[in-house]
């Protein structure tokens, strides 16, 4: 495709954060969009005639319907992006085993399960993919060991499907956001005694000292997910304020 006005476009875990504001940037170019989220209520943020279709990506059932009814709703599919996921914190000797198999089926077995259905859907002629991984993919934190865990083998998992794919000209890559200005995150932080002072703490840790804003983490995705990045496939692409540079 060589217009971004013409792609046809899967966003999943677009009901907030990251991914709304992804859904918003595509629009902005003209992209038709279907969208998916855990959150039964659609987005504020979803126009008139598009689709928004909640549902549990763990349940590969579900991911088939999905893949099916955004075809039907907007023909082949240019472009994929996977910006859902799981965090959850958790020192490596207290966490309960069925949490940190929680986390790998929601990073990556859900990211599969779309891979393995939105593939044969996306049009003839190739495609683009994103996954969004994490900092955290890329480099390793105290308490976040399985969180950290999964969104490597998320990373994993999109240059494999890159190297597979590319004979068929559909492109992977990942995307990796640090931290965000995202309702999770801010959630997270209002559970703190001082929230302002832990923001601040946590700001410190990145060199740009300061969080990311969604639309700067979309831009990004954008990028990847258009054919303006037609030669780059296999990429991690971190937009963390420099954090994994340090």
Same mark, same amino acid.
């Given at each position: 495709?060589?217009?971004? *006005? $013409?792609?046809?476009? +899967?966003?999943? #875990?677009?009901?907030?954060?990251? !991914?709304?504001?992804?859904? %918003?940037? =595509?629009? @902005?170019?003209?992209?038709?969009?279907?969208?998916?989220?855990?959150?039964? *209520? $659609?987005?504020?943020? +979803?126009?008139? #005639?598009?689709?928004?279709?909640? !549902?549990?990506?763990?349940? %590969?059932? =579900?991911? @088939?319907?999905?893949?099916?009814?955004?075809?039907?709703?907007?023909?082949?599919?240019?472009?994929?992006?996977?910006?859902? #996921?799981?965090?959850?914190?958790?020192?490596?000797?207290?966490?309960?085993?069925?949490? @940190?198999?929680?986390?790998?089926?929601?990073?990556?077995?859900?990211?599969?399960?779309?891979?393995?259905?939105?593939?044969?859907?996306?049009?003839?002629?190739?495609?683009?993919?994103?996954?969004?991984?994490?900092?955290?993919?890329?480099?390793?934190?105290?308490?976040?060991?399985?969180?950290?865990?999964?969104?490597?083998?998320?990373?994993?998992?999109?240059?494999?499907?890159?190297?597979?794919?590319?004979?068929?000209?559909?492109?992977?890559?990942?995307?990796?956001?640090?931290?965000?200005?995202?309702?999770?995150?801010?959630?997270?932080?209002?559970?703190?005694?001082?929230?302002?002072?832990?923001?601040?703490?946590?700001?410190?840790?990145?060199?740009?000292?300061?969080?990311?804003?969604?639309?700067?983490?979309?831009?990004?995705?954008?990028?990847?997910?258009?054919?303006?990045?037609?030669?780059?496939?296999?990429?991690?692409?971190?937009?963390?304020?420099?954090?994994?540079?340090?």
């Amino acid at each position: 495709m060589s217009a971004a *006005a $013409a792609l046809t476009v +899967l966003i999943t #875990g677009a009901s907030s954060g990251i !991914g709304e504001a992804v859904a %918003e940037r =595509f629009r @902005a170019a003209g992209a038709r969009v279907f969208l998916t989220g855990r959150r039964d *209520a $659609a987005p504020a943020s +979803l126009r008139e #005639g598009e689709r928004y279709l909640p !549902g549990d990506l763990g349940d %590969e059932a =579900f991911v @088939a319907r999905l893949v099916a009814e955004a075809v039907d709703e907007l023909g082949p599919l240019d472009t994929v992006i996977a910006c859902h #996921g799981l965090q959850a914190d958790g020192e490596l000797v207290d966490m309960a085993l069925d949490r @940190a198999a929680q986390l790998l089926d929601a990073n990556v077995l859900s990211v599969f399960a779309v891979l393995k259905h939105a593939v044969p859907a996306m049009r003839e002629g190739g495609g683009q993919i994103v996954l969004v991984s994490s900092r955290l993919g890329i480099v390793g934190i105290p308490g976040q060991v399985m969180y950290t865990a999964a969104k490597g083998g998320l990373i994993m998992l999109g240059k494999g499907a890159a190297i597979e794919l590319a004979p068929q000209n559909i492109r992977v890559n990942v995307a990796a956001p640090g931290l965000t200005e995202t309702p999770v995150i801010e959630a997270s932080f209002q559970r703190r005694d001082d929230p302002e002072a832990y923001r601040a703490q946590r700001a410190a840790t990145i060199p740009m000292r300061r969080l990311a804003r969604p639309e700067e983490v979309a831009e990004a995705i954008y990028f990847l997910g258009s054919p303006a990045s037609s030669y780059i496939t296999g990429a991690v692409l971190p937009i963390d304020g420099g954090y994994t540079a340090a």
